[in-house]
């Protein structure tokens, strides 16, 4: 059975349509996928082949000193993700405070990740560690790259801010261009090299640690000057792929993801397409050389949208027609960025639907300067005070706190949360993910069911197994009887 694990939250008050009632002291059975995790085609799988499943969030602090518990991330705000059924934060790692100087890493900076990584792996949540850039450099109003790294040419500087950089900034895109070609920066080794030396020093400081779930090589890479041909004609239209610069994407990941893997054995790696994958744009990026690689994307408006925009579920299909052709994982790591409802719970719905595991766009604001929603941006107003009552966004959190399947003995045919009526509905086969047999009688399978939902507890009805877990227990715990060939579980508040 599960170990419990014990989180008192303090004193909730009502946020948005969720009444959170009372002081709470949440005992919960806490999902715990065997590490190192692996894939089953597009599925994420532990090390007993269980599909994993991850709800949560991003936490990256882009001001110096550059890691989160600076920004005041601490023990409180992982007991709360806890107790809203996440299992999942992606934390951003700066390349300009692992190797400020060239060739020359902070151990200390790597010890505060590493000691969040910890952290959160000790409220049973997992760490999708990732190295952050965002234009580029502060010089350009970005973050990310290290001042000895930007190779600008000494053309115009515009200061355009974000986003408008990426398109009118020469110095910037010259910056990538150079980062692209390779091009040779300090001692004249080329920028990439370097590059792929900061991640195996990376991963080779971090390898064994609890709780991570992959390696992330870059956000959102740019294609500089290429932009123009990689970008989508109009929002919810795409264009043709982008295969020069694509090539040159795959390029620098066939540098770094075997440097990766020579530090940590068997962590998964996960790539991204260019930026322009996020508003619709389809990629040509392929998989890096590497066993259990991983394709993580992004799911944004052009525009700003209280509602979303058609380019989303594009973005969504686009994602399931690339992995369908890797056999890579899927992973959505960032979607959001706004505090609309209507947008995010859009989101959610649409990758919910595929089963497609996500990480929304952010935990906190936390000073973003790569942000058009500023201080309404963040699931947390205050890193400094209690995640409780008025310090959390009622419209984010109503979005994104959900009951869904967290760890299955099996392969996931559907899975479907209605708001309104609270009711939720889960199928899947006992059938090993990616074929092979069945797990077998007694194999069992977690599902989150947030207190936060069913304040009064809820009923359930299954079939193809017993619920083996306590009455109202925010994990619900079902154990295979016999050799059904579906196995279905209905949740619906008392």
């Known amino acids: 059975?599960?170990?419990?694990?014990?989180?008192?939250?303090g004193?909730?008050?009502?946020?948005?349509?969720?009444?959170l009632a009372v002081a709470v002291c949440v005992s919960s059975a806490e999902a715990s996928p065997t590490l190192p995790l692996d894939h089953a085609r597009r599925w994420i799988t532990d090390a007993d082949g269980r599909v994993v499943i991850v709800h949560g969030t991003?936490?990256?602090?882009?001001?110096?000193?550059?890691?989160?518990s600076a920004a005041g991330f601490g023990e409180e705000d992982a007991a709360f993700l806890?107790?809203?059924?996440?299992?999942?934060?992606?934390?951003?790692?700066?390349?300009?405070?692992?190797?400020?100087?060239?060739?020359v890493f902070d151990e200390t900076y790597v010890a505060h990740i590493k000691?969040?990584?910890?952290?959160?792996?000790?409220?049973?949540?997992?760490?999708?560690?990732?190295?952050?850039?965002?234009?580029?450099?502060?010089?350009?109003?970005g973050v990310g790259f290290p001042n000895w790294a930007v190779e600008d040419e000494g053309k115009e500087n515009t200061h355009d801010g974000f986003p408008y950089n990426y398109e009118f900034n020469p110095a910037l895109n010259a910056a990538f261009d150079n980062f692209w070609a390779n091009s040779p920066g300090p001692e004249g080794v080329g920028l990439q090299d370097y590059f792929t030396g900061a991640w195996h020093y990376l991963a080779a400081h971090l390898a064994g640690t609890s709780g991570i779930m992959g390696y992330e090589i870059m956000n959102e890479p740019w294609p500089g000057t290429e932009w123009t041909t990689c970008a989508a004609l109009a929002e919810g239209k795409t264009s043709e792929p982008c295969p020069t610069f694509d090539a040159r994407l795959d390029a620098m990941y066939d540098l770094v993801a075997p440097a990766i893997r020579e530090a940590d054995p068997t962590t998964p790696i996960y790539y991204e397409p260019n930026l322009l994958f996020d508003f619709g744009a389809p990629t040509a990026t392929e998989s890096p050389p590497v066993p259990n690689a991983g394709f993580a994307f992004h799911d944004y408006c052009l525009q700003e949208n209280p509602n979303g925009c058609r380019s989303e579920a594009v973005n969504i299909a686009n994602a399931l027609k690339h992995v369908r052709k890797t056999q890579d994982a899927l992973l959505l790591t960032e979607f959001g960025s706004s505090n609309h409802e209507g947008d995010l719970s859009g989101v959610v719905a649409k990758a919910d639907a595929k089963m497609v595991p996500w990480l929304e766009w952010a935990?906190?604001?936390?000073?973003?300067?790569?942000?058009?929603?500023?201080?309404?941006?963040?699931?947390?107003?205050?890193?400094?005070?209690?995640?409780?009552?008025?310090?959390?966004?009622?419209e984010i959190f109503d979005a994104l706190v959900e009951?869904?399947?967290?760890?299955?003995?099996?392969?996931?045919?559907?899975s479907h949360f209605d708001r309104e009526t609270k009711m939720f509905t889960f199928t899947y086969s006992p059938r090993r993910a990616g074929g092979g047999k069945d797990f077998g009688e007694g194999a069992t399978t977690e599902v989150a069911v947030p207190k936060a939902i069913y304040p009064n507890g809820y009923a359930v009805s299954a079939t193809g197994a017993d619920v083996t877990s306590a009455p109202g227990s925010s994990t619900l715990i079902l154990s295979q009887q016999g050799k059904p060939k579906r196995i279905s579980v209905t949740v619906s508040p008392e």
Request: aromatic share 10%; proline share 11%; hydrophobic share 35%.
């Open 11 to 19: 004193t909730l008050a009502t946020v948005g349509a969720l009444a």
């Open 363 to 394: 935990f906190c604001y936390c000073e973003d300067p790569l942000t058009t929603g500023g201080e309404t941006e963040g699931l947390v107003k205050n890193l400094h005070e209690p995640p409780t009552g008025e310090n959390i966004r009622p």
């Open 1 to 9: 059975m599960p170990r419990r694990v014990f989180a008192c939250l």
């Open 82 to 103: 806890q107790s809203i059924g996440f299992n999942a934060v992606r934390l951003g790692v700066m390349w300009q405070a692992l190797e400020p100087e060239p060739g």
């Open 58 to 68: 991003n936490m990256v602090y882009k001001r110096p000193p550059y890691y989160p």
């Open 403 to 414: 009951p869904y399947p967290q760890l299955i003995s099996g392969t996931p045919i559907s």
């Open 115 to 141: 000691e969040t990584i910890e952290m959160l792996a000790s409220h049973g949540i997992l760490s999708q560690v990732e190295m952050h850039e965002g234009m580029y450099n502060e010089q350009f109003e």
